[in-house]
């Protein structure tokens, strides 16, 4: 599996910047796709994810209403629109990628996420 994360960069409080993420090379017949992030001296967290073949999504509390995820499901590539940023989003972003679950939510759990990419550097200068 494969995924390929670009669109970081160095931004001001206040600024906009997309992210997105390829997936390739898996077999999953639907998935669920997201980014987690970890900033300098922190832990990983969840920010958000989307599934396939339905409309969920899940936010993180710190994004909901800044940061919207969407999908294009042709491509296998899903966006992240992060709007009025801070510098508290500075951090690395991680793509993630998981098989699909009808029967359960999108998990916000780092130890359910099977598939990681590189990650991609967002910095949030005030």
């Known amino acids: 599996v494969q995924l390929q994360a670009s669109g970081g960069g160095l931004v001001q409080a206040g600024d906009s910047l997309r992210l997105s993420c390829a997936a390739s090379?898996?077999?999953?017949?639907?998935?669920?796709m997201g980014w987690f992030r970890q900033a300098p001296g922190k832990e990983r967290e969840f920010v958000a994810a989307i599934r396939q073949t339905r409309t969920g999504v899940r936010y993180s509390d710190s994004v909901k209403g800044r940061f919207t995820i969407s999908k294009d499901n042709a491509k296998n590539t899903v966006y992240l629109q992060m709007d009025s940023l801070k510098p508290e989003d500075t951090a690395v972003y991680y793509c993630i990628l998981k098989p699909e679950n009808l029967m359960r939510p999108i998990s916000t759990n780092i130890n359910d996420y099977t598939d990681w990419g590189q990650g991609t550097l967002v910095t949030v200068s005030s």
């Open positions: 090379g898996h077999t999953f017949s639907s998935w669920i």
